[in-house]
Every structure is written in C-alpha cells, then in structure tokens.
C-alpha cells in the first residue's frame, strides 16, 4: 500500500487546513487510515483514524477532538482530515498512516504503512 499525503502549509492561529492522502496499491487490505503528526523534539503521536470498510467508525485524540474531522472518500481512496481552529501547538509535520490490523491504531507501532509527511506550521 502507497500513502500520498498533501495539503500542508502555513496558517496563522484559528485558520483552517485540509490534508489529504490518497491510497493506492492492495487497498483492501487495510482496516484503517488516518493521521499521526509529529512535532519538533517531540514522538510522533496518534491524530485520526477512520474504518476504512463496513461503517463510518471515527476516532481522535483528545487534542483535536471538536476541532478537526476525518472523512473518507472509497471511490477515490482517499482520507481528508479537515483541520478548524488551529493552534500553534498543531503545528508538526503530519503524516498519512493506514493499519491492516482489525484495532484502532493509536500507536506508531500498530500502523502497517505510512505515506511522506506534510508540514504543518500555525503562527500565534
């Protein structure tokens, strides 16, 4: 499976953004696919995730919940995750990630595949 993330940028304190990543390859085999970001000096960390199949199960981190919202496009394979009121904490590089296992991924060792990053930089 290939992730292809975009839509990162510059974005001053309470503006929008809207990533997205595009897979390709055995789609089918994943159960998931959502976002993990990672800030200067700091571990990557879980953002989003969506089931990929069979619902429209979505899960956050307690961070960005109320804020941003993940959605999911089959025919297209692609995941957005529209980002409101953004904070200068947000800012980090975010990356695509998708799961072949059947739990949430909330972890960068449960995460099967990842797509290149996009930065992400919110000025106060």
């Known amino acids: 499976v290939q992730l292809q993330a975009s839509g990162g940028g510059l974005v001053q304190a309470g503006g929008s953004l809207r990533l997205s990543c595009v897979a390709s390859?055995?789609?089918?085999?994943?159960?998931?696919m959502g976002w993990f970001r990672q800030a200067p000096g700091k571990e990557r960390e879980f953002v989003s995730t969506t089931i990929t199949w069979g619902g429209s199960r979505t899960y956050y981190a307690d961070s960005v919940k109320g804020r941003f919202t993940i959605s999911r496009d089959n025919a297209e394979n692609t995941v957005y995750l529209q980002m409101n009121s953004l904070k200068p904490e947000d800012t980090g590089v975010y990356y695509c990630a998708a799961s072949a296992r059947e739990y949430v991924p909330t972890r960068v060792s449960e995460v099967s595949y990842w797509g290149q990053g996009t930065l992400v930089t919110v000025s106060s």
């Open positions: 390859g055995r789609t089918f085999s994943t159960y998931y």
